[in-house]
């Protein structure tokens, strides 16, 4: 079976022919980054003209890369959500259009969905399974009792993880996104400087990264002030150092609790070396831990392809030509 997916959803024009929800024939991926770098951040309507200048060609590129032709296609995935309404707008109308030309069926796939099914490319998914979903936007803990099923136990109280890291990278002088920079050069610093862990009072499995946003910030600016220099290096393996101690400790608390072995990681943040490192680090073989290799951790097609698969499998229906994006789209 050959998927076409499409996304769009943020900064990156990308599509992706998949066969039998596993080998990937092609993933191009269009990225916006260094147009936006100089913003320090994503600005919607520009990513969104971009996008309609891009998507053509991205489709086109695909399709000659996995030598295979419009007609072969046998399913049409495409994001609907969430992320920027006028990106997601921009691949819907291209993969509406597609699927229209050439008679074939739709499916919109949730974002979120697409990046656990990330890991469906290289690993099998087991359940049941406990995710978490670690990006820009989202950090979730999910109980997934198979596919399709998806139950938040957990989320963040105020800013995502990898929102805090393009925040303490922005503070410290590097460039967007920053959740790169500071995973690399947390590899040449040390734990040096106490940044708190937040764990929460409430016994939940909720999260809350802005008070050590501030705590690094505010080290920061008070150095600054008083003219002291500070050990970059140290401070990005600091900061790392809490934010992957509560990831890692969270999850695996609550795999014990609901008594499950497998563990998926998704998301950008799922492609931070130290999250990896404190998993297989902490983990003294209890648990099953699958990671996307890091080409298919950030924002791709070919994962909104994957999951468009098991989806059909699942539930045998199509969306039709009705289907629309939102922006603020939940995991159902
Ligand atoms: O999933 P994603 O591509 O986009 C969405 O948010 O949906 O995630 C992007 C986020 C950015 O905040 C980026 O800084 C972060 O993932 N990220 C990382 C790493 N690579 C990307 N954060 C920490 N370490 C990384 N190696």
Avoid: W
Avoid at 3 to 30: M, W
Avoid at 199 to 220: M, R, T
Avoid at 292 to 301: L, V
Avoid at 305 to 315: E, F, P, R, T
């Amino acid at each position: 079976m050959l998927v076409l997916g499409v996304e769009s959803s943020c900064d990156e024009t990308s599509v992706a022919i998949v066969k039998d929800g596993k080998e990937v024939l092609s993933c191009v991926i269009n990225s916006q980054i260094k147009i936006h770098e100089k913003f320090g951040g994503v600005v919607p309507e520009i990513a969104s003209r971009n996008h309609v200048y891009q998507v053509s060609m991205v489709f086109k590129q695909a399709f000659i890369e996995a030598n295979v032709k419009p007609e072969d296609i046998d399913l049409v995935a495409v994001t609907k959500g969430p992320g920027l309404i006028g990106s997601l707008l921009v691949g819907l109308n291209a993969a509406k259009t597609f699927a229209l030309m050439y008679k074939k069926p739709i499916i919109g796939i949730n974002h979120l969905a697409g990046h656990i099914y990330a890991n469906a490319i290289e690993h099998e998914m087991k359940f049941p399974c406990v995710a978490l979903l670690v990006s820009g936007g989202n950090t979730e803990l999910i109980y997934m009792k198979d596919h399709f099923e998806f139950e938040i136990i957990g989320e963040t109280l105020d800013d995502a993880v990898g929102e805090a890291y393009d925040k303490v990278a922005r503070v410290v002088g590097l460039p967007y996104p920053g959740g790169p920079h500071v995973d690399r050069l947390a590899h040449l610093g040390n734990d040096t400087y106490k940044l708190p862990r937040v764990y929460l009072e409430d016994g939940s499995y909720n999260f809350s990264f802005s008070g050590l946003k501030s705590a690094v910030i505010n080290l920061h600016h008070n150095a600054m002030q008083r003219g002291e220099d500070i050990n970059v290096n140290d401070l990005c393996a600091s900061f790392q150092a809490s934010v992957t101690e509560v990831l890692v400790r969270k999850t695996f608390k609550l795999c014990e609790s609901l008594n499950v072995k497998n563990i998926i990681v998704a998301g950008g943040v799922s492609a931070n070396k130290g999250l990896k490192e404190r998993f297989n680090l902490e983990n003294n073989n209890r648990f099953n831990i699958s990671i996307p290799s890091i080409k298919y951790c950030t924002d791709n097609a070919a994962m909104i392809g994957v999951a468009g698969y098991y989806h059909y499998l699942k539930y045998k229906k199509f969306d039709d030509l009705e289907l629309n994006a939102s922006a603020s789209l939940e995991l159902e």
